[in-house]
């Protein structure tokens, strides 16, 4: 069997979903694409590819493995970042074997030797038969996080739920013949409704679930997270370890470390780490026309079809609504923005803008840094140098 490398190539327009992480560190279901394929192919990747700009965070997420170099010249199956549901098929590739995307033509697997892996990933195929696939694999845009959601929670969730084993709960009421997994630290309140009909349930290690809560499988609550009083949680949904939550949410991933613990419906969208939804917030995630949404992935980039006709917004890490926002269809709204307005917020908004009814400006690097350590330290989480140095990095690619 060969061993496995994930390489995220930098291509696509995945901003604001990779600006602080790989591609494969995306949380694309209930999993990031790595913990997907690390089960899928039952090993962890012996070594990491990635652009030059997020090495050092990548090191700092994964310190135990290589990062940039190949550690073996064995036969390497090699994973695009950017394949949310990679098969189990490819392991059968042979050496100098890869399979490419329709379209762009962007590696999207292949079998290498070690040594050969990093000139692969840096575009040398001169020694590779390729073959095309037959559809799309590859997520390009933001909104594709969107397109592959259903499948890639249903995936997670099989495995995750595949020995479950029933959990006797005083005053909780189960619903439908899925399975429903419930980790045994995890504090489930009387008076919550646990509804597996469509599709089951995972409710991971620390979770709380507040008194008065529906959760609608298939659904995924990841450790520490907390579903507060009333809250609605819809079918395919994914919150990330540490996130509050409460109102209505459906079809929404949160990456981690982000809240939505007031009033106000969230639907079919992603959320970063370290977001913040104020009360009352709410979206929009359906065109009073029913029509395809049309969004634009950068802020000067053209407006594309996305092949969706359910699709909220793709909230950056470190994004910030103040009480009642209203966020209309398809907005895309990049890392480090701040909203404080009464007009709806809409459209592809640039990271680091900071935007309110006098009108909108940059956000000081130095005031967003201020607010994200106090942030990130009620989590008793300190910003890395490296960290810092990418939201520089990032800050100063904007022009702010």
């Not at 739920?161 to 309140?189: C, D, K, M, Q, Y």
Request: one cysteine or more.
């Amino acid at each position: 069997m060969p061993s496995l490398m994930l390489f995220d190539d930098g291509l696509g327009q995945l901003a604001p979903l990779a600006d602080l992480r790989a591609s494969f560190d995306i949380r694309t279901g209930a999993k990031t694409t790595f913990a997907r394929a690390s089960a899928i192919y039952g090993q962890r990747p012996d070594a990491l590819f990635v652009p030059p700009a997020i090495q050092a965070l990548t090191s700092e997420r994964h310190s135990d493995i290589a990062v940039n170099h190949a550690v073996s010249n064995e036969p390497t199956l090699l994973v695009n970042g950017r394949c949310p549901l990679p098969s189990i098929d490819w392991m059968q590739l042979s050496v100098g074997e890869g399979l490419v995307e329709p379209g762009t033509q962007d590696l999207v697997a292949a079998c290498v030797a070690g040594s050969e892996a990093g000139p692969v990933v840096a575009g040398r195929r001169e020694r590779l038969k390729v073959s095309t696939l037959p559809a799309p694999a590859l997520m390009n845009r933001p909104w594709h996080v969107r397109t592959h959601r259903d499948n890639a929670i249903r995936a997670d969730l099989a495995v995750l739920t595949a020995h479950a084993r029933p959990r006797a709960l005083p005053g909780v009421t189960f619903i439908g013949s899925n399975p429903i997994l419930i980790h045994e630290s995890a504090r489930v309140s009387p008076g919550v409704i646990l509804d597996a009909e469509s599709g089951p349930i995972v409710i991971e290690e620390d979770a709380v679930v507040r008194p008065g809560s529906i959760i609608v499988g298939p659904v995924y609550v990841g450790p520490h997270a907390t579903v507060l009083d009333r809250c609605l949680l819809k079918s395919f949904s994914a919150i990330g370890p540490y996130c509050k939550i409460a109102g209505e949410v459906g079809g929404t991933i949160f990456q981690g470390f982000a809240n939505k613990a007031h009033d106000g419906h969230l639907g079919d969208s992603w959320v970063g780490e370290w977001a913040n939804l104020g009360a009352g917030t709410t979206n929009s995630n359906l065109l009073n026309t029913y029509d395809q949404v049309i969004c634009r992935a950068t802020p000067s980039g053209p407006n594309e079809r996305t092949g969706e006709q359910f699709l909220g917004a793709i909230i950056g890490d470190h994004v910030k609504l103040a009480i009642c926002s209203r966020i209309m269809t398809g907005s895309i709204l990049h890392t480090g923005c701040m909203f404080a307005q009464s007009a709806a917020v809409s459209g592809c908004v640039g990271a680091f803008t900071w935007a309110t009814d006098a009108g909108t400006r940059s956000y000081r690097l130095d005031k967003f840094v201020e607010v994200a350590r106090a942030v990130m330290g009620r989590r008793k989480i300190a910003p890395s140098a490296a960290y810092l140095a990418r939201l520089g990095q990032l800050h100063e690619a904007c022009g702010t």
